[in-house]
């Protein structure tokens, strides 16, 4: 298979203490790659990384073939390369429907606000897919609803979607079940399913390990900066380090 994102030699400090260590990994096209560990292990500084929000101390992000290390992550956005966030971070008072519309201007150029606003076609074609959108995430009744009026798993939903109207190639999803009711979960796991099998290629940090085991092809472990373990769900789950560093077993 061939490497949609591949990582070498990442590393990254703050004020001296040491987030991320040497780390080196790569997700294939079409997976979804898992990425796990204890609190603190630096899943989310490694997050932040892939998608330009921190520039690394040394080492590489390659894109598609291409160095993106130094890009911002505007121009990462555009290629396709975006991400959700632990927090729900909307624009709480303006409609799910007005919150799609938005995200579908990160992969578009610095002008495209003035391209919707300009243009009737456009802001109809606009509306047109962000409805598919949440249709596709199974909130598309909730299209004129205020994203602070929505339950916290409709919330959680809509960031997807959001990420989704930019058009990613590659989506960075950071711990999407929390906060969800086992129904919820249960219709995650399925959308999720459908988006890697339209052709988006996913990388998923999460600490429910019964949604990791249930979508990821592969999965990296980190614990304190560093990967301790890389494989299959079956080879994580019976790798000695993972369950004394995550698992909690002796």
Known sequence: MTALLELTGLRKTFGGLVAIENV??????????GLIGPNG??????FSIITGFYRPDAGSVVFDGSDVTGLSTAAR????LVRT???NLLFA?????????????????RHALDWLIERQDHRAAALHDARQTLDFCRIGDKAATRAVDLSHGQQRVLGIAVA?????????????FTGMTAREKDSLVAMIREIRDRGTTIILVEHDMRAVMQLCD???????GKVIAEGSPDEVRRHPEV??????AA
């Open 85 to 87: 966030f632990q927090s």
């Open 218 to 224: 592969r999965i990296t472990v980190l614990n304190f």
């Open 41 to 46: 292990a630096g899943k989310t500084t490694l």
């Open 77 to 80: 956005a555009r290629r396709g």
């Open 243 to 248: 369950m004394a560093a995550y698992l909690g």
């Open 93 to 109: 008072e303006q409609t799910a429907l007005e919150n799609v519309v938005y995200g579908a201007l990160v992969s578009r150029p």
């Open 164 to 176: 989704l109207a930019a058009r990613p190639r590659l989506l960075l999803l950071d711990e999407p």
């Open 24 to 33: 080196s990994a790569a997700v294939e096209v079409g997976a979804i790659h």
